[in-house]
C-alpha cells in the first residue's frame, strides 16, 4: 500500500486537484475560525479578551507536534522503503513545523507576559518546545550542509528518528513537572474540560491549521518534484550535447 | 561479543590512543573545561554567597562545551583516510565497534574531565560533601554527551565547517542530562536527578550507536 503513494506521477495527478482544494479549505476555515475566535466566543472570566490568543496559539503548538510526527513518520518510511517522495515530504514539511512551533513560542510569550507576568520561564512545557524548534532548526541546517541530497535525504532521516524522542516529553511535560503552563484540558484521560463554547472555535482553526499544513506540503513537494525533473532534463541536455 | 574480542580490543586501543593525543594525553579538553569554568566566576563576580548558590551547576555548560570540541573529529578523520571501510569490512557489528569507540573516547576524555570538575566544583564554592556526586554525576553526563555525540557526529562527518552544524544538531539532546546534572550539582545529591541522569547515560550508550552506525553506513554506500 505505501508503494502506491510512492508514485511520483501519481502524487502530481494527485495534488494538482488536492493541494487547490486544501488551500480553498484553509482559507475557508481561517474566514470562520478567526472572526469565531476572536470575537464571538466568550471571553475568559478571569483573562479576559487576551486569552483569545489562545485560538492562535494552541493550533500551533499542537501541529508543531503533529508535523514533527509526520516527518518522523516520513522518515521512517525513507529509511526502510527508500521512496523518494518521502524524502521531499519530510523536507517540505520541516519548515512548516518550525514555523508553527515559532508562531507557538512567540505567541505564548505575548500571552504569558500579561497573564503570567514574564515572557518567559523555564519550566518544562516552554524548554521541551523550544528543544523542539531547535531540533527543527537543526534537520533543516542538516538538509542544508550535505551537497549530496540522496546522502542528505538519509541523514536527516536518522536525526529525524532519533529526534522523535522529544514529542511525549513535550505533550506530558506538564503533567510531569510543576509549571506555569496550564496542564492538559484536551487530550487528557476523561475528556476535554474545556468548555465547548470554546472548543468549538479552537477545533474549527486547528482544522484551518492543518488544511494550510496540507496545502504548503504539497507545494513544496510539487516543486521538489518538478525540480528533479528539471535537474535531469538539464543533465539529458548536457549528455547529449 | 566474545567472538569479536580481538576486533573491538584493537578499535578500543587505537582510539584510546588517537583520543589521547600525542603525549599530551587529556591535557586540552580538560585544560579547556578548568578554562571555561574559570571564566564563570569572572562574569558572575566573585561573591562567595551568589557562587554557593548558582555556580556549580554551571560547570554542567563548560564539560558540554568540551564535549562538543572532541566530537567533532571524531568521524572525519576516519572518513577521510578509508578506516571506515576497514571498520565496515570487519565481522563485528558496526554498532559494536562504534559503541567501543565511544567507551574509548569516554575513558580517554570524560572520565579525566569527571575528575577534575572536583576542583572546579570546589573552585564554584560547591559543599564539599557534594564532590562524590558532582564527580559521579558528571561521568554519566560526559557518557549521555558522548552517546548523542557520536550521532551527530556520523551524521555531519565530512561536511565542511561542521562543528558549528553538530553543536546545532547535538545541543537539544544535550539539554535533559544537563538539566538533571545541574540539579545533582545544585544540591541533590544522589537522589532523583541523579538516576534520571544515569537513565539518559544508559539510553544514549543504547540507542547512539545504533543511530550512528546506521549514519555510518550512508557514508560508504
Same mark, same amino acid.
Given at each position: 500500500?505505501?508503494?502506491?503513494?510512492?508514485?511520483?506521477?501519481?502524487?502530481?495527478?494527485?495534488?494538482?486537484?488536492?493541494m487547490p482544494l486544501a488551500a480553498g479549505l484553509a482559507g475557508l476555515m481561517f474566514a470562520i475560525g478567526l472572526p469565531w475566535a476572536l470575537i464571538y466566543s466568550p471571553a475568559d472570566y478571569l483573562q479576559g479578551e487576551s486569552a483569545?490568543?489562545?485560538?492562535?496559539?494552541?493550533?500551533? @503548538?499542537?501541529?508543531?507536534?503533529?508535523?514533527?510526527?509526520?516527518?518522523?513518520?516520513?522518515?521512517?518510511?525513507? %529509511?526502510?522503503?527508500?521512496?523518494?517522495?518521502?524524502?521531499?515530504?519530510?523536507?517540505?514539511?520541516?519548515?512548516?513545523?518550525?514555523?508553527?512551533?515559532?508562531?507557538?513560542?512567540?505567541?505564548?510569550?505575548?500571552?504569558?507576559?500579561?497573564?503570567?507576568?514574564?515572557?518567559?520561564?523555564?519550566?518544562?512545557?516552554?524548554?521541551?518546545?523550544?528543544?523542539?524548534?531547535?531540533?527543527? =532548526?537543526?534537520?533543516?541546517?542538516?538538509?542544508?550542509?550535505?551537497?549530496?541530497?540522496?546522502?542528505?535525504?538519509?541523514?536527516?532521516?536518522?536525526?529525524?528518528?532519533?529526534?522523535?524522542?522529544?514529542?511525549?516529553?513535550?505533550?506530558?511535560?506538564?503533567?510531569?513537572?510543576?509549571?506555569?503552563?496550564?496542564?492538559?484540558?484536551?487530550?487528557?484521560?476523561?475528556?476535554?474540560?474545556?468548555?465547548?463554547?470554546? %472548543?468549538?472555535?479552537?477545533?474549527?482553526?486547528? %482544522? @484551518?491549521?492543518?488544511?494550510?499544513?496540507?496545502? =504548503? =506540503?504539497?507545494?513544496?513537494?510539487?516543486?521538489?518534484?518538478?525540480?528533479?525533473?528539471?535537474?535531469?532534463?538539464?543533465?539529458?541536455?548536457?549528455?547529449?550535447? | +561479543?566474545?567472538?569479536?574480542?580481538?576486533?573491538?580490543?584493537?578499535?578500543?586501543?587505537?582510539?584510546?590512543?588517537?583520543?589521547?593525543?600525542?603525549?599530551?594525553?587529556?591535557?586540552?579538553?580538560?585544560?579547556?573545561?578548568?578554562?571555561?569554568?574559570?571564566?564563570?566566576?569572572?562574569?558572575?563576580?566573585?561573591?562567595?554567597?551568589?557562587?554557593?548558590?548558582?555556580?556549580?551547576?554551571?560547570?554542567?555548560?563548560?564539560?558540554?562545551?568540551?564535549?562538543?570540541?572532541? $566530537?567533532?573529529?571524531?568521524?572525519?578523520?576516519?572518513?577521510?583516510?578509508?578506516? $571506515?571501510?576497514?571498520?565496515?569490512?570487519?565481522?563485528?557489528?558496526?554498532? $559494536?565497534?562504534?559503541?567501543?569507540?565511544?567507551?574509548?573516547?569516554?575513558?580517554?576524555?570524560?572520565?579525566?574531565?569527571?575528575?577534575?570538575?572536583?576542583?572546579?566544583?570546589?573552585?564554584?564554592?560547591?559543599?564539599?560533601?557534594?564532590?562524590?556526586?558532582?564527580?559521579?554525576?558528571?561521568?554519566?553526563? +560526559?557518557?549521555?554527551?558522548?552517546?548523542?555525540?557520536?550521532?551527530?557526529?556520523?551524521?555531519?562527518?565530512?561536511?565542511?565547517?561542521?562543528?558549528?552544524?553538530?553543536?546545532?544538531?547535538?545541543?537539544?539532546?544535550?539539554?535533559?542530562?544537563?538539566?538533571?546534572?545541574?540539579?545533582?550539582?545544585?544540591?541533590?545529591?544522589?537522589?532523583?536527578?541523579?538516576?534520571?541522569?544515569?537513565?539518559?547515560? $544508559?539510553?544514549?550508550?543504547?540507542?547512539?550507536?545504533?543511530?550512528?552506525?546506521?549514519?555510518?553506513?550512508?557514508?560508504?554506500?
Open positions: 500500500m505505501i508503494s502506491t503513494f510512492a508514485n511520483p506521477e501519481r502524487f502530481m495527478r494527485f495534488s494538482a486537484w488536492a483569545r490568543i489562545m485560538y492562535v496559539h494552541v493550533p500551533a @503548538a499542537w501541529w508543531a507536534l503533529g508535523v514533527y510526527a509526520m516527518m518522523g513518520g516520513a522518515s521512517f518510511v525513507s %529509511l526502510v522503503w527508500r521512496h523518494s517522495l518521502a524524502d521531499a515530504a519530510a523536507r517540505a514539511a520541516a519548515p512548516i513545523g518550525a514555523v508553527f512551533a515559532g508562531i507557538c513560542l512567540v505567541t505564548g510569550s505575548l500571552w504569558g507576559a500579561p497573564t503570567w507576568g514574564t515572557w518567559w520561564v523555564w519550566d518544562g512545557r516552554l524548554t521541551s518546545m523550544l528543544v523542539l524548534f531547535l531540533i527543527y =532548526l537543526g534537520y533543516l541546517a542538516l538538509w542544508a550542509a550535505i551537497e549530496d541530497e540522496q546522502k542528505a535525504a538519509r541523514m536527516a532521516a536518522i536525526l529525524c528518528l532519533a529526534g522523535l524522542v522529544n514529542l511525549p516529553i513535550v505533550h506530558f511535560s506538564v503533567d510531569w513537572w510543576s509549571t506555569l503552563h496550564q496542564p492538559s484540558s484536551v487530550l487528557r484521560s476523561g475528556g476535554a474540560s474545556i468548555h465547548p463554547s470554546m %472548543l468549538q472555535p479552537l477545533l474549527v482553526m486547528a %482544522l @484551518a491549521y492543518l488544511a494550510l499544513f496540507v496545502a =504548503l =506540503l504539497f507545494a513544496g513537494m510539487r516543486a521538489a518534484v518538478y525540480r528533479r525533473r528539471a535537474e535531469a532534463a538539464q543533465r539529458r541536455r548536457a549528455r547529449s550535447a | +561479543m566474545s567472538a569479536h574480542r580481538g576486533a573491538l580490543a584493537a578499535v578500543f586501543r587505537r582510539d584510546f590512543a588517537l583520543a589521547w593525543g600525542a603525549g599530551g594525553g587529556a591535557a586540552a579538553p580538560v585544560g579547556f573545561f578548568l578554562g571555561a569554568t574559570t571564566l564563570l566566576p569572572l562574569a558572575m563576580g566573585p561573591e562567595r554567597e551568589l557562587l554557593a548558590a548558582a555556580g556549580p551547576p554551571l560547570i554542567w555548560v563548560a564539560a558540554a562545551l568540551a564535549a562538543l570540541m572532541t $566530537l567533532e573529529r571524531l568521524f572525519q578523520a576516519d572518513l577521510e583516510d578509508g578506516s $571506515l571501510d576497514q571498520l565496515l569490512l570487519s565481522t563485528a557489528p558496526l554498532e $559494536l565497534i562504534v559503541l567501543t569507540k565511544g567507551a574509548s573516547l569516554w575513558l580517554a576524555l570524560g572520565l579525566p574531565l569527571a575528575l577534575a570538575s572536583a576542583p572546579a566544583a570546589l573552585a564554584l564554592q560547591a559543599p564539599p560533601a557534594l564532590i562524590p556526586a558532582i564527580v559521579l554525576s558528571l561521568g554519566l553526563g +560526559m557518557a549521555a554527551f558522548i552517546g548523542v555525540g557520536l550521532v551527530g557526529a556520523a551524521v555531519t562527518a565530512g561536511v565542511r565547517r561542521g562543528g558549528v552544524l553538530i553543536a546545532l544538531i547535538v545541543l537539544p539532546f544535550f539539554a535533559p542530562p544537563i538539566i538533571f546534572g545541574a540539579a545533582v550539582a545544585a544540591g541533590a545529591g544522589f537522589g532523583a536527578p541523579f538516576l534520571i541522569l544515569g537513565g539518559c547515560a $544508559l539510553g544514549a550508550a543504547a540507542l547512539g550507536p545504533i543511530a550512528a552506525a546506521a549514519a555510518l553506513r550512508v557514508h560508504v554506500e
